[in-house]
């Protein structure tokens, strides 16, 4: 079994050492940790990868400051004006704070064809609006919005008729905070609006829409998991500190 790593820009694998007796099911080969760490030792990353990887990250998650600090210490170019993360996060932060038309107007101003070439995002930040006015409990200027602002869209694209429907149904109950569909009214209905709108706002600035740090640590989380059906190895248990099971 051969089991890739990948960073940003080489890779290796390591293959279990052929067993000289048939395993019995169930049973697990064993690699021992001097030959697991002599594998690892083989593998060469370049620090300018590492430091890329590390701006890479501060950018997308919209760390200006650190940023400029990382890049002044490491020489490491961010790729854009990174006066623009600030701005990408003030609007990624009124839609979490429930401000979505403060964050429409930034966004327009910042560039005013991303939402209008885009219905499906225009759609499901002014869905964020309306249900900001329903957390208000302001049933009448919910309903007006709704036939103003969701419904053309809807119409228009009618993928978009049924999320305009489930939004809708919060209005059926006395109480839509207690409701079937008071996840719709949770702060991580905010997230999921502010993150779509982030993503958008990147992909115009030809950034990335994620950060390769975390798919990476997926990668691991996802190759360990794999590699745990069929081999005994010194596994990585706590991500954060890249700390080893303990030795055999």
């Known amino acids: 079994m051969s089991v890739y790593f990948f960073s940003t820009t080489s890779h290796f694998s390591f293959h279990a050492p052929p067993l000289s007796v048939p395993m019995a099911p169930g049973q697990r080969r064993t690699i021992a940790s001097a030959d697991w760490m002599g594998k690892l030792e083989e593998v060469k990353v370049s620090k300018e990868s590492l430091n890329r990887l590390v701006m890479n990250y501060l950018v997308i998650e919209g ?10 210490e490491s020489g490491t170019s961010p790729g854009i004006d990174l006066d623009s993360i600030t701005d990408r996060m003030a609007i990624r932060n009124a839609v979490q704070d429930g401000a979505v038309g403060e964050a429409i107007s930034r966004v327009n101003d910042l560039s005013p064809e991303l939402l209008d070439q885009d219905p499906a995002l225009q759609f499901r930040v002014k869905k964020q609006q309306f249900l900001e006015l329903v957390r208000d409990k302001d049933v009448a200027s919910a309903l007006q919005f709704a036939e103003e602002e969701l419904a ?6 009618p993928e978009l008729l049924e999320e305009l429907e489930n939004v809708m149904a919060l209005l059926a109950f006395p109480d839509p905070a207690a409701s079937p569909l008071k996840a719709l009214l949770d702060v991580a209905q905010r ?24 798919v990476l640590l997926k990668l691991l989380v996802w190759a360990q998991a794999r590699l745990d059906k069929t081999t005994k190895y010194p596994r990585m248990l706590e991500l954060t500190r890249a700390e080893l099971e303990h030795s055999w």
């Open 152 to 157: 053309p869209t809807a119409e228009a694209h």
């Open 63 to 72: 760390y200006k400051d650190a940023a400029e600090q990382f890049q002044s």
């Open 191 to 214: 997230q999921k609006t502010a993150s779509e709108l982030n993503a958008a706002i990147l992909a115009l600035q030809c950034q990335e829409r994620e950060s390769r740090l975390p």
